[in-house]
């Protein structure tokens, strides 16, 4: 059973650096077609997409937020962990983090879908 | 502004079908498959059809995906009150490099 869960500060203030956490559960980081990212929702907006970390250890970023992210794994590959630098108001969000899948026969960035989720945890950025 | 276009909202009275829309272009739905997700308040948010029209195990015939050219749908067919939640498309985007979510669809259940 493929589970995420997401953990860090529920409150940064601005400038600051947020660290969240994504611990996984019932799969393997270096399956072949697997991937872990990170998404957003800012309240009553729409949902973003933010980084997501390949089981073959490539990264790709959201080109307009790339400049402050860095996504990395632990050793063991069992959490997946999202850097945000100069965090501001307009920062605070649900962030998610999701299991990715590849489609078969396929290969690229475009080939993954988000088939399992973590419930979300707020971060809200207040001074 | 979303890269890909969606209605704010849908609504239906219990076993009605209702379609959502979902709009892009050609380096996104035109080129691209897409994926479509359900969102409740306080929970995970669940994954419906992937691929334009494949379902996951575990989620019902009654939601079943589309798509033309530069556009897709996702249709509710048997609206249950269980289903008053937003929807949103999603697809990469071969400029962007990235993946593009619209704005959201709220599906009320009338």
């Known amino acids: 059973q493929i589970t995420l869960k997401e953990s860090g500060p529920t409150l940064v203030k601005p400038t600051q650096t947020l660290t969240l956490t994504c611990t996984l559960s019932?799969?393997?980081?270096?399956?072949?077609?697997?991937?872990v990212g990170w998404l957003r929702q800012p309240p009553g907006k729409a949902l973003e997409w933010l980084a997501i970390f390949y089981w073959d250890d490539d990264k790709r970023y959201s080109p307009s937020l790339k400049s402050r992210l860095t996504i990395t794994t632990d050793t063991s590959k069992n959490h997946v962990v999202l850097i945000m630098t100069n965090m501001d108001p307009v920062d605070t969000a649900t962030y998610y983090c999701?299991?990715?899948?590849?489609?078969?026969?396929?290969?690229?960035?475009?080939?993954?879908?988000?088939?399992?989720w973590g419930q979300g945890t707020l971060v809200t950025v207040s001074s | 502004q979303s890269v890909l276009t969606q209605p704010p909202s849908a609504s239906g009275t219990p076993g009605q079908r209702v379609t959502l829309s979902c709009s892009g272009g050609s380096s996104n739905i035109g080129s691209n498959p897409v994926n479509w997700y359900q969102l409740l308040p306080g929970t995970a948010p669940k994954l419906l059809i992937y691929s334009d029209n494949q379902r996951p195990s575990g989620i019902p015939d009654r939601f079943s995906g589309s798509k033309s050219g530069t556009s897709a749908s996702l249709a509710i067919s048997g609206l249950q009150s269980e289903d008053e939640a937003d929807y949103y498309c999603a697809a990469w985007d071969d400029s962007l490099k990235g993946h593009v979510f619209g704005a959201g669809t709220k599906v009320t259940v009338l």
């Open positions: 999701a299991h990715a899948r590849r489609r078969q026969s396929c290969s690229g960035g475009r080939c993954y879908y988000f088939d399992y």
């Open positions: 019932g799969f393997s980081l270096s399956t072949n077609g697997v991937g």
